[in-house]
Nanobody
């Protein structure tokens, strides 16, 4: 079994900051990437930022310069530092990892349960 557990969401005023964390645990052989997605009410889930196991990153244009993704590979943990938050950043934020389970060949995507981020104006 593999679990992704997010933490760090909450309510913050516009212009404020939050840091999200996501830890992957279980019988993991190799993690290829970890990333953050978000879904606002009535909208499709969208990529926020992603980091590979060799530290290459990519992020949505809407968060460039404000959000930073980083990882602690030894702890199978990914972080999302969110600065200068705006009301339009309000969404449920989901952690996703593409990984290989111990004893398996396939690389599959696993999702966390989501954490709410609400930015008040």
């Amino acid at each position: 079994q593999v679990q992704l557990v997010e933490s760090g969401g909450g309510l913050v005023q516009s212009g404020g900051s939050l840091t999200l964390s996501c830890a992957a645990s279980g019988s993991i052989s190799r993690i290829y990437n970890m990333g953050w997605y978000r879904q606002a009410p009535g909208k499709q889930r969208e990529l926020v930022a992603i980091i590979t196991n060799d530290a290459r990153t990519n992020s949505a244009d809407s968060v460039k310069g404000r959000f930073t993704i980083s990882a602690d590979n030894a702890k199978n943990t990914v972080f999302l530092q969110m600065n200068s938050l705006k009301p339009e950043d309000t969404a449920v934020y989901y952690c996703k990892s593409s990984l290989q389970r111990a004893g398996y060949v396939s690389v599959l995507d696993y999702w966390g349960q989501g954490t709410q981020v609400t930015v008040s104006s």
